[in-house]
């Protein structure tokens, strides 16, 4: 069973912030990618922060830049995604994932392990 928990959502008002965690595991330690995606209601799941963990270049979805930024521990080998300024069309469900083997990293089809996400509302 995969090994990816999620935490840090919950409700905020628009302008506040989130820190999203990824909780230390196998796949947080040695993935080779690793990324935060998001679901809203009646909308396909996007890509919002990616990070390609051995070349360290990051991936960001136009609509957070600026805003969100992945990172991860090296000590807890947790990943997190810093949320600022929220506006309320970030309400959506957020996944971590990861890729352990080499491989592109920007796209959903790129993550075979997820988690089981946690949920962000703005108003």
Known sequence: QVQLV?????????????????????????????????????KEREGVARIATGSGNIYYADSVKG?????????????????????????????????RDPGPCLSQRDYPYWGQGTQVTVS
């Not at 905020?12 to 820190?19: F, H, M, N, P, Q």
Request: net charge positive; proline share 4%.
């Open 67 to 99: 805003r969100f930024a992945i990172f991860k521990d090296k000590l807890k080998n947790a990943l997190y995604l810093q949320m600022n300024s929220l506006r309320p069309e970030d309400t959506a469900m957020y996944y971590c994932a990861a890729r």
């Open 6 to 42: 999620e935490s840090g959502g919950g409700s905020t008002e628009a302008g506040g912030s989130l820190r999203l965690s990824c909780a230390p595991s196998e796949y947080t330690s040695s993935s080779k990618c690793m990324g935060w995606f998001r679901q809203a209601p009646g």
